[in-house]
């Protein structure tokens, strides 16, 4: 599993294009939701209000792992690649660990200036998310 330590260097110095392609990469990667999930999903339950794309996303801390699952229309490529991603990075990983995914992880990426405004808004929104439900999980306030 790659760590974002080797995957921001990588996007930083890749050009427009190539961050695009590679994002593109990552969204067909994106594992389906869990079946366990789907009803939750079916009641509107984890939408993420602060995207655009209509995002479900669920974070949980097992025996001290983080676990995070979503749902992305694939009509959006961009939003699904960045979370594929973030799951690839983060799955298993302590909640300490997701504690310290850098807030201006787009920034180190090169995504800002990527993708628009709004998106990357979304896109920023979901990662605060995750963190917090990665630290909430963990029991800690």
Not at 84 to 93: A, F
Request: charged share 25%; hydrophobic share 40%; net charge neutral.
């Amino acid at each position: 599993m790659p760590s974002l330590d080797t995957i921001i260097p990588r996007f930083r110095n890749a050009d427009r294009t190539t961050r695009l392609e590679t994002l593109l990469d990552y969204a067909r990667r994106l594992p389906p939701l869990p079946e366990r999930l789907a009803a939750e999903k079916a009641l509107g339950h984890n939408l993420v209000h602060e995207c655009q794309t209509p995002v479900f996303l669920w974070t949980e801390v097992a025996d001290g792992q983080v676990h995070i699952f979503a749902d992305v229309p694939p009509e959006s490529p961009t939003v699904r690649g960045f979370i594929s991603l973030l799951i690839r990075t983060l799955e298993g990983r302590s909640p300490d660990e997701v504690a310290r995914v850098p807030d201006d992880l787009l920034d180190q990426l090169g995504l800002t200036e990527t993708l628009g405004m709004t998106r990357t808004q979304g896109l920023s929104a979901i990662l605060a998310r995750i963190k917090r439900a990665a630290t909430f999980g963990a029991g800690r306030p």
